[in-house]
């Protein structure tokens, strides 16, 4: 038996089996979670499909109202939200991390509220009126990662529910909890079926990626799952967001003075120690500068304190899970192997749970997988480069586009680099920053569609053109 349910059709629903929810700060199971079937997953679409009807139809500023409702809910139950989070994820309480996380639900619960998608004049001639209506796409299946689970759970339902649509929504097994929990509160004030979770393994995401009573995927994950669903959404022609993995480049021009620039460079890399998909995951730096950038950027990091997230002293927590560890201490070996120097950290910690120290390391090649590969971690490779031509051409050189920045005393000089980047969002002495109201999402193979603000509201609808002819004129 578990304290935490599935809920389908606004009713707590359990299941025959449970998996395991481990805390990746001690390595301990401390939660069972329901393993939900296919069969649950089909009574939840079914409880979608039915309340689609009223929920789209409703007025308006009643929708408004439910969704300024649940922004309070959020941040009345902000502390037991993060404290969640923290235990399933890893996150530390403190500094841009869960508590963090939750405020973020919040805030762009209540900012999508605030949206609206209006209806547009297409043309007014003698002839005819031509308007543009949006309307709700119907039931949307979201399929969420485990890196900021909650907040990427809050990004899929919050535009899909204010512009009318319905939603079953996948957790990733990881991090099931914090969701589970959102999604029971919520449907305190939502009318049943609006919002049904399921939770169980990648069998309920494959089902819903193919489900013919599903109307649109949002998924936020890793870039072969995204393409496994594009495939298998092809039988219903699903409409679909795909917020996939990113290895963005960081370039410092020449002569940047880093000293004013360290803090918003750090917490730009190891933001959730690193697991952040608009995270900076490749730094170049200028050959005459690069000695010193990475002593004065090793001194800082060497300072940051790392250990569980529920001890408020610590800013960075560990990896979220086994195969993340195993992945970024593979990465970080193979560079040793091929000859890199670490500057700091480099060894995983030899405590329990899924420690790797703050690791930076120098004198990489770009064909090391440490650099061509997401590590998604608290590893960060230091690239040396000559001139900004070949600064680009490097950070451009990848089948991935999510984020890149550039840095530099001078902003509109990095602005210009910036922008040569291949990108859905690029920085200026910054990283990973993200705005509800400012579209975010991946060129290449990270993603297709936007998020946030009116556009990622219109990624919810589809299209109606009304066109009424006037009467002949004498
Ligand atoms: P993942 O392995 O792709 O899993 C994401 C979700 O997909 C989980 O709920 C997972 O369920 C489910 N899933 C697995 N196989 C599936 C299938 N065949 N069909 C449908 N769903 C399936 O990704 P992750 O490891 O959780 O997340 C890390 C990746 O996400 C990184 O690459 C990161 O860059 C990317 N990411 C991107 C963004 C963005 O906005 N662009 C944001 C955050 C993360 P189970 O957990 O049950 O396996």
């Given at each position: 038996m578990t304290d935490y349910a599935m809920i389908i059709n606004g009713e707590k629903v359990f299941s025959d089996t449970t998996f395991d929810v481990i805390n990746p700060a001690t390595g301990e199971v401390f939660a069972q979670c329901p393993k939900g079937t296919v069969e649950q997953l089909n009574e939840a679409v079914a409880a979608a499909r039915k309340a689609f009807p009223a929920w789209s139809g409703m007025a308006d500023e009643k929708r408004v109202e439910i969704m300024n409702q649940m922004a309070g809910i959020i941040e009345q139950h902000q502390v037991e939200l993060a404290r969640l989070i923290t235990r399933e994820?890893?996150?530390?309480?403190?500094?841009?991390g869960s508590m963090f996380e939750a405020g973020g639900c919040q805030a762009w619960t209540q900012v999508t509220a605030s949206l609206k998608l209006e209806t547009e004049l297409v043309d007014e001639n003698p002839e005819d009126t031509i308007e543009l209506v949006r309307k709700p796409i119907g039931v949307v299946g979201s399929i969420t990662p485990w890196n900021w689970p909650l907040l990427i759970a809050v990004w899929h339902i919050m535009p899909a529910i204010r512009v009318g649509c319905t939603v079953v929504l996948k957790p990733a097994s990881y991090t099931p909890l914090s969701t589970l929990r959102l999604v029971e509160l919520l449907?305190?004030?939502?009318?049943?079926?609006v919002l049904n979770v399921v939770s169980g393994s990648s069998d309920i995401g494959n089902a819903m990626s193919a489900?013919?009573?599903?109307d649109k995927i949002v998924f936020t994950g890793s870039i072969p799952v995204g393409q496994t669903i594009m495939g298998r959404a092809a039988s219903n022609l699903k409409s679909l967001t795909l917020e996939l993995g990113g290895n963005d480049a960081g370039i410092i021009l020449p002569g940047t003075d880093i000293t004013p620039l360290l803090e918003p460079l750090f917490w730009g890399c190891f933001i959730n120690a690193g697991q952040?998909?608009?995270?900076?995951?490749r730094l170049y730096v200028h050959e005459d500068d690069y000695d010193t950038v990475c002593e004065k950027f090793t001194e800082y990091v060497s300072k940051i304190p790392v250990g569980?997230?529920?001890?408020?002293?610590?800013l960075i927590g560990p990896l979220g899970n086994a195969p993340q560890l195993e992945t970024v201490k593979r990465y970080v070996d193979d560079a040793k192997k091929q000859g890199a120097r670490v500057l700091c950290g480099g060894e995983p910690a030899?405590?329990?749970?899924?420690f790797y120290p703050l690791t930076l390391v120098a004198d990489?090649?770009?064909?090391?997988d440490l650099v061509?590969?997401?590590?998604?971690?608290t590893a960060l490779p230091i690239i040396k480069y000559s001139t900004i031509n070949e600064a680009v051409e490097r950070a451009n050189a990848?089948?991935?586009?999510?984020g890149g920045s550039a840095w530099s005393n001078d902003p509109a000089k990095a602005k210009e680099v910036a922008m040569r980047?291949?990108?859905g969002t690029v920085w200026v002495n910054a990283h990973g920053k993200l705005h509800p109201m400012a579209p975010f999402g991946g060129v290449k193979l990270s993603g297709v569609g936007s998020e946030f603000g009116l556009e990622g509201l219109k990624a919810y609808t589809v299209n109606q053109v009304i066109s009424v002819a006037k009467p002949p004129q004498e």
């Amino acid at each position: 038996m578990t304290d935490y349910a599935m809920i389908i059709n606004g009713e707590k629903v359990f299941s025959d089996t449970t998996f395991d929810v481990i805390n990746p700060a001690t390595g301990e199971v401390f939660a069972q979670c329901p393993k939900g079937t296919v069969e649950q997953l089909n009574e939840a679409v079914a409880a979608a499909r039915k309340a689609f009807p009223a929920w789209s139809g409703m007025a308006d500023e009643k929708r408004v109202e439910i969704m300024n409702q649940m922004a309070g809910i959020i941040e009345q139950h902000q502390v037991e939200l993060a404290r969640l989070i923290t235990r399933e994820q890893g996150k530390t309480l403190s500094g841009p991390g869960s508590m963090f996380e939750a405020g973020g639900c919040q805030a762009w619960t209540q900012v999508t509220a605030s949206l609206k998608l209006e209806t547009e004049l297409v043309d007014e001639n003698p002839e005819d009126t031509i308007e543009l209506v949006r309307k709700p796409i119907g039931v949307v299946g979201s399929i969420t990662p485990w890196n900021w689970p909650l907040l990427i759970a809050v990004w899929h339902i919050m535009p899909a529910i204010r512009v009318g649509c319905t939603v079953v929504l996948k957790p990733a097994s990881y991090t099931p909890l914090s969701t589970l929990r959102l999604v029971e509160l919520l449907n305190e004030v939502l009318p049943p079926g609006v919002l049904n979770v399921v939770s169980g393994s990648s069998d309920i995401g494959n089902a819903m990626s193919a489900h013919k009573e599903i109307d649109k995927i949002v998924f936020t994950g890793s870039i072969p799952v995204g393409q496994t669903i594009m495939g298998r959404a092809a039988s219903n022609l699903k409409s679909l967001t795909l917020e996939l993995g990113g290895n963005d480049a960081g370039i410092i021009l020449p002569g940047t003075d880093i000293t004013p620039l360290l803090e918003p460079l750090f917490w730009g890399c190891f933001i959730n120690a690193g697991q952040t998909c608009a995270a900076l995951k490749r730094l170049y730096v200028h050959e005459d500068d690069y000695d010193t950038v990475c002593e004065k950027f090793t001194e800082y990091v060497s300072k940051i304190p790392v250990g569980d997230g529920l001890d408020e002293t610590h800013l960075i927590g560990p990896l979220g899970n086994a195969p993340q560890l195993e992945t970024v201490k593979r990465y970080v070996d193979d560079a040793k192997k091929q000859g890199a120097r670490v500057l700091c950290g480099g060894e995983p910690a030899s405590s329990p749970g899924y420690f790797y120290p703050l690791t930076l390391v120098a004198d990489v090649t770009d064909d090391m997988d440490l650099v061509k590969e997401e590590q998604f971690g608290t590893a960060l490779p230091i690239i040396k480069y000559s001139t900004i031509n070949e600064a680009v051409e490097r950070a451009n050189a990848l089948d991935v586009g999510l984020g890149g920045s550039a840095w530099s005393n001078d902003p509109a000089k990095a602005k210009e680099v910036a922008m040569r980047l291949e990108a859905g969002t690029v920085w200026v002495n910054a990283h990973g920053k993200l705005h509800p109201m400012a579209p975010f999402g991946g060129v290449k193979l990270s993603g297709v569609g936007s998020e946030f603000g009116l556009e990622g509201l219109k990624a919810y609808t589809v299209n109606q053109v009304i066109s009424v002819a006037k009467p002949p004129q004498e």
